[in-house]
Structures are given as C-alpha cells and as structure tokens.
C-alpha cells in the first residue's frame, strides 16, 4: 500500500522513468515507428511555436529506445527542431522487441489522440499483424485488440471481416 492508503503501481524493470535531457541531434527516426500516424504539418508549427516562447514542456518527454530511436514524440521533436532547440526531455525505454516496441508506441498514440475510423482500422490490421505473426503473444482475440483499441469485441470482429472480405484497392482508400 502507498502513503495514502492506496495500492501502489508495480513498475517494470525495464522502465527506469528518469528524464534526461539530450541533445537533439542524437534521436533518430525509425520508418515504422514513425508512419504509425502521420505528424499534421500545422500541429507541429503550433507546437514549435510554443517551444519557442515557453520551452519544451518536459512534462511530455520524447520516449526513445537505448538507441535513441523515437517511439512516442514525432511531432514533439519535430517542433523541437523546428523551434531551434538544442536538448529536449527524454524517457529512454527497454524493449524486448521490435514488436513490444511498436505495441507500445500504438498503445501511446491510441491513448492521446481522436482518431478517424481509418486510423483505428489500421491499428487493427498492424495489431494483428503483429499477434498472427507470433504465436507466442497473449491476448490474440478480438476481445484483447479491443481493450488496446479501446473498442468492442464486436467493433474488431466487424474489422476482421473487412479486412477479409476487402480488395487491396478498398483496404488502400480505408
């Protein structure tokens, strides 16, 4: 129990929460983690002007992999720069894999943004990619893509069909 009577949150080993400041030139982009949704031209501008007259608000670190690879923050970074800055707040963070890595990042962006039923309808398809290429992975059906999504079972069900039934060229315009 916490001091206030409250179960405390068990942290993970491989979540040391430190914020650190680094220079911006050492974080990198990853092509995947980086299109999992697009960055809006006019939200990074907004964002960059912020920095550039309040500062980076380190309240939201950048989260980046021990190789300094971006997982949450694109458009974050991207303001960085564009605002001139030379160090922003990191939380350098431990993945098993690339899959865990990705995971997370959906995890993160699912949970900060409003996103168009396209956007959830590709989550879904990269979700479960990601479970029907490892066997090993828990939480395959359509009940736990749910809870990531943060939609029903029968929502991830209707997804599944389409994703069956779909030709390329429908799947592209969704």
Do not use: W
Not at 33 to 48: L, W
Not at 75 to 96: C, H, N, Q, T, Y
Not at 99 to 112: A, H, R, V
Request: with cysteine.
């Amino acid at each position: 129990m916490g001091i206030f009577g409250k179960k405390t949150l068990k942290t993970n080993d491989k979540d040391n929460a430190k914020i650190k400041m680094v220079e911006v030139s050492q974080l990198r982009f990853d092509r995947d983690f980086k299109n999992v949704f697009q960055q809006e031209n006019d939200k990074v501008a907004e964002i960059a002007n912020d920095m550039r007259a309040n500062g980076f608000d380190k309240s939201r670190p950048i989260i980046v992999t021990e190789a300094f690879i971006i997982v949450d923050g694109h458009s974050r970074f991207m303001a960085a720069k564009k605002a001139g800055l030379e160090k922003v707040p990191v939380i350098i963070k431990k993945f098993d894999s690339r899959d865990e890595t990705i995971e997370y990042e959906y995890k993160m962006q699912l949970n900060s943004r409003r996103l168009t039923d396209g956007e959830y309808f590709a989550a879904f398809l990269k979700l479960d990619e990601i479970r029907r290429s490892n066997p090993n992975v828990q939480g395959s059906s359509d009940e736990a893509i749910g809870r990531q999504l943060n939609k029903s079972a029968r929502q991830v069900c209707k997804m599944r069909e389409i994703a069956k039934k779909a030709d390329s060229a429908l799947l592209e315009k969704i």
